[in-house]
């Protein structure tokens, strides 16, 4: 397996045409997962990445976020997934998003890179002292589900929301 080459890691300069390629692995993809936040392909992508190191210190935030952290996973200088920690929890995240976000583009799935992106974000989320850790996923999403459920998460309930089409299953990771 080569999960153990990953690294995860803030989005960089050199990353642009891997960043590119990943976004459109997942254009048109059902069920439909947003790769790249407020990303446009008309800007430079250097304005992008500095609009991704405002998001943690809250500066520039997309409509509705709260401070978040942006990270790419990299196997060979190749992006093969991403995951978001959004820094604590409004009312929308503590009910259906949780704390972390995370795809793993098509053509790299079953080899263990989700769950290396989860396990190398947990210090981070400590760090920024996140103590417990909700993290949700589709209650048909058996992927995400056993991802969480390999590295730990402890199921706490089944969302009942008459705003989602697919119910959520919530799930809390305690840090130590
Ligand atoms: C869910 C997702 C992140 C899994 O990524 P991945 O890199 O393929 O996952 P891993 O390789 O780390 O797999 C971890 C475990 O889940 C299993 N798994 C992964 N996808 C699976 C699937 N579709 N069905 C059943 N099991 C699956 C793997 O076999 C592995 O278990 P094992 O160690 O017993 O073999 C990926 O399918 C994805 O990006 N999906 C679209 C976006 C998404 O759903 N994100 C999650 C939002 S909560």
Redesign the pocket.
Known sequence: ME?NKLKLRPLRPEDELSFKNAVAA?RN?M?A?EFAFDFDESIPFLEYIKKLEGWPLGKGLPDKFVPSTFLVGVVDRQI??RLSIRHYLNDFLERIG?H???????A???????????RQALPICSDLGIQRVL????MD????????E?CGGIFENLTEDPELKVQKRRYWIDIQ
């Open positions: 999960s997942f993809k069920p997962f093969v997934g949780g972390i976000g995370y795809g793993v583009i098509p790299c799935r079953r080899q263990g890179y989700a769950m290396e992106m989860f993290i949700t996923c589709d999403n058996l992927g995400s589900r056993k991802v969480i390999k």
